[in-house]
């Protein structure tokens, strides 16, 4: 059974960074892209960066050199580092895999950036 599970976020003020981690387990990461979504309130999901087997990046226009995906095939696990985080970046922040014709999906993350 694939279970995704997200952690690190909480409140930070603008300016600030958090890392969000996704664990992984009934699924290799390493074989896998990877992608990080987000869903402001009464907004749709949106994407927010992705990184696939070769360890290559693709990120939103709104998060690029913001943020940073990367993987640990060791441990299994998607990170993502936010850093210069603004107001609008509050958002359930979700980890997303397709695989096998599915789409796994966590259960979120909520960060909030707010002063």
């Known amino acids: 059974q694939v279970q995704l599970v997200e952690s690190g976020g909480g409140l930070v003020q603008p300016g600030g960074s958090l890392r969000l981690s996704c664990a992984g387990s009934?699924?290799?990461?390493?074989?896998?892209?990877i992608n990080w979504y987000r869903q402001a309130p009464g907004k749709q999901r949106e994407f927010v960066a992705l990184i696939n087997s070769y360890d290559i990046t693709n990120y939103a226009a709104s998060v690029k050199g913001r943020f940073t995906i990367s993987k640990d095939n060791a441990k299994n696990t998607v990170s993502l580092q936010m850093s210069s985080l603004k107001p609008e970046d509050t958002a359930v922040y979700y980890c997303?895999?397709?695989?096998?014709?599915?789409?796994?999906w966590g259960q979120g993350t909520q960060v909030t950036v707010s002063s």
């Open positions: 009934g699924i290799s990461f390493r074989d896998n892209a």
């Open positions: 997303h895999l397709p695989a096998n014709g599915r789409d796994y």
